[in-house]
């Protein structure tokens, strides 16, 4: 089954600074990769995701690039602010028909203001 | 338009007990998925129903049964609890035929004592 690989595991910046979480997969015909924020006490939402036909993807302060010969994939937060503050998890398709997610284990980013 | 409902919030089972966790979505999505939630484990799919009337296992089954009782609803049930279950449980609903984002649930905060 597929892998996702996470890191780093905590990150911590100050406000106005940029924010990168790379993740890995392992299942070369993944293609489909979401990121979703999870503020503390709350449920997941989906932030942005990308599909394997393209190669980056951006929504105002993040963007998430893709390289699919690498197998990795990276979201990056522009100026960012202390509501920035969650735990970000990546996620990949299996590949196959039922479109089943794994996702990494977490990022835990801390924006200092 | 409710989203994804989950009942209830909270519980304390002691070992050996059993209970039902239900979930309900409104969205008119044929994908419902359980996943459990653990520090520094991520989110870890226990069982997922692709369509109404089809279930299968994901990554951490054992101790588990689900039931799709119609398109709408998708319940976990645990048999007998084990301290090893105690954690957030999370139900989540998406579109089938695509790759489509998780819609989540508030969760389940579960404790075996």
């Known amino acids: 089954g597929e892998n996702v690989e996470q890191h780093p595991s905590t990150l911590s910046v100050q406000e106005g600074d940029s924010a990168v979480i790379k993740c890995t997969y392992s299942d070369s015909a993944s293609n489909y990769f979401p990121w979703y924020k999870q503020e503390l006490g709350k449920r997941p939402q989906l932030i942005i995701d990308?599909?394997?036909?393209?190669g980056e993807k951006k929504d105002q302060r993040i963007a998430v690039t893709l390289n699919k010969t690498a197998k990795h994939f990276s979201l990056h937060i522009t100026e960012t602010q202390p509501e920035d503050s969650a735990v970000y998890f990546c996620a990949a398709s299996d590949g196959g028909s039922n479109y089943k997610l794994t996702f990494g284990k977490g990022t835990l980013l801390t924006v200092n203001p | 338009n409710a989203g994804v409902t989950q009942t209830p919030k909270f519980q304390v089972l002691k070992t050996g007990q059993s209970m039902t966790l239900q979930c309900a979505q409104d969205?008119?999505?044929?994908?419902m998925y359980w996943y459990r939630q653990d520090p520094g484990m991520g989110l870890r799919l226990i069982y997922y129903s692709a369509s109404e009337g089809t279930t299968d296992k994901g990554e951490v089954p054992n101790g588990y049964n689900v039931s799709r009782l119609n398109k709408r609803e998708f319940s976990l049930r645990l048999e007998s609890a084990a301290p090893s279950q105690t954690s957030v449980y999370f139900c989540?609903?998406?579109?089938?035929?695509?790759?489509?984002?998780?819609?989540f649930g508030n969760g389940t905060r579960l404790t075996v004592t």
């Open positions: 969205m008119n999505h044929n994908s």
């Open positions: 990308i599909r394997s036909n393209v």
């Open positions: 989540a609903s998406s579109r089938t035929g695509e790759n489509s984002p998780l819609h």
